[in-house]
């Protein structure tokens, strides 16, 4: 293979077994997006009366680290269904096909709300929004401008240049360097705390929370967990026991342990729930992430992150309350409200723009590599080429674990990315 591939395929691993999707993981980026939401829905003041404001507040105290969730999961299921031999260039006109309509229509209608709202515009921050590069920009104004929470999305714009770049280097690295990412990036996540000392005061809130390099540690995790996991190597306990380290840790953390700890603590949790959700969709356990529904609110999560603070704030501006909250019943029932409006809305943008889309932009995925048959006669699982648009379908649950310990693999439907892609048909080692 040419250095023009994602990865060579004499890097990937021999004795391999095709494990065709992780529709569990989709189920988990609804979760990612719900945390994201609710730790809005307290801080954006919906709510006036102080009881029930304090109460979402305190449930969803630490619900900005489902975008940390986010960059870990994309790292994963990133490295999870790169196939070797894919080129670059269809690797960065894939995942430009899948964030930027999306970007671009939220972009064009927050920018007509701050035209009607008679809003001053900054026009150096609303191109840098446009095109995705406003993380880089510490200034206050520039980069939470326009649709806000599209600071995240000029963060995995950088994300999704390196890694064709980096995985190469991956799938030749030995186990114990990608354990040492995998156990380093909380240590450094944790220096984070005293290392904006040494950035300018006005700076330290973008260096920790916004800045593309940083926040690339929480991506990396994730990609050097998936290679273990491909390998074989990766250990950790299964989704029960990892669903329950993470609740501990959740409430642990929001309840009696410093701030300065939560992105620390979490960004090991979170790893540990991926890892584990992926291991049972390959193995065929019983996961409740890989519902339906679950599976369904998943790929209209990446929507649904990007309408839902632009609805609530154009909402509440209108009606006069911005600032000060619903009194009463209203506030509690404003905040279903949006959240059901805002899924609807992220539903509309899902069908009809970021599907067709993806079919009009994207290219199809290169064929699995080996003559038909192949991994037939090498006792492998063997994966599914297709070269259908990414999410345009849902998941069903793998048939169950066959007599040799994989899964039995339906045509299963859908998968799992944080900005919304899904991805077919992935190589998975089970052991060396």
């Not at 999704?160 to 996540?189: D, E, S, T």
């Amino acid at each position: 293979m040419t250095s023009t591939t994602l990865a060579a395929s004499e890097t990937t691993p021999r004795g391999r077994t095709d494990a065709d999707r992780l529709p569990s993981l989709t189920g988990l980026r609804w979760i990612a997006a719900l945390l994201v939401f609710g730790f809005h829905a307290g801080t954006m003041r919906i709510i006036a009366d102080p009881g029930p404001q304090a109460l979402v507040g305190e449930i969803f105290t630490l619900g900005l680290s489902g975008v940390q969730f986010f960059f870990i999961l994309s790292g994963f299921v990133l490295v999870w269904s790169a196939r070797p031999g894919a080129s670059r260039r269809r690797f960065w006109r894939r995942r430009f096909a899948k964030i930027y309509p999306n970007h671009l229509v939220l972009w064009a209608l927050a920018m007509l709300a701050m035209l009607w709202f008679a809003d001053p515009i900054n026009p150096v921050a609303a191109l840098e929004n446009l095109l995705l590069v406003q993380a880089w920009d510490p200034r206050p104004g520039h980069f939470y401008s326009v649709n806000n929470v599209s600071w995240s999305l000029s963060c995995e714009l950088f994300f999704y240049l390196c890694l064709p770049l980096v995985l190469p280097a991956v799938r030749r690295a030995r186990p114990w360097l990608l354990w040492a990412v995998v156990i380093a990036v909380p240590l450094l996540i944790l220096a984070l705390w005293p290392g904006q000392a040494l950035v300018p005061e006005s700076d330290r809130w973008w260096f920790a929370q916004v800045f593309p390099l940083v926040r690339s540690l929480e991506f990396w995790m994730g990609v050097a967990a998936a290679e273990l996991m491909l390998r074989g190597r990766w250990r950790g306990p299964g989704l029960p026991v990892a669903s329950l380290i993470f609740v501990l840790t959740w409430v642990a953390a929001s309840q009696w342990i410093p701030a300065e700890f939560w992105a620390a603590l979490l960004a090991a949790a979170y790893v540990l729930v991926i890892a584990a959700a992926a291991d049972a969709d390959v193995h065929g356990r019983r996961s409740p992430l890989r519902s339906r529904t679950m599976v369904w609110l998943g790929e209209v999560s990446f929507a649904f992150y990007l309408v839902h603070v632009f609805v609530i704030m154009t909402i509440l501006r209108s009606t006069g309350d911005w600032g000060t909250g619903l009194p009463g019943w209203w506030g509690p029932l404003a905040v279903i409200g949006f959240l059901l409006l805002t899924l609807g809305l992220a539903a509309l943008l899902h069908r009809y723009v970021e599907q067709p889309m993806m079919r009009r932009l994207a290219p199809s995925r290169p064929p699995r590599p080996g003559p038909p048959g192949a991994a037939a006669r090498s006792g492998s699982l063997g994966g599914v080429a297709r070269s259908e648009s990414p999410g345009a379908e849902r998941s069903e649950a793998s048939a169950g674990p066959s007599a040799a310990g994989l899964p039995r693999q339906r045509a299963s439907r859908g998968g799992a990315d944080p900005a919304g892609d899904v991805e077919h048909g992935r190589t998975v080692h089970h052991g060396q």
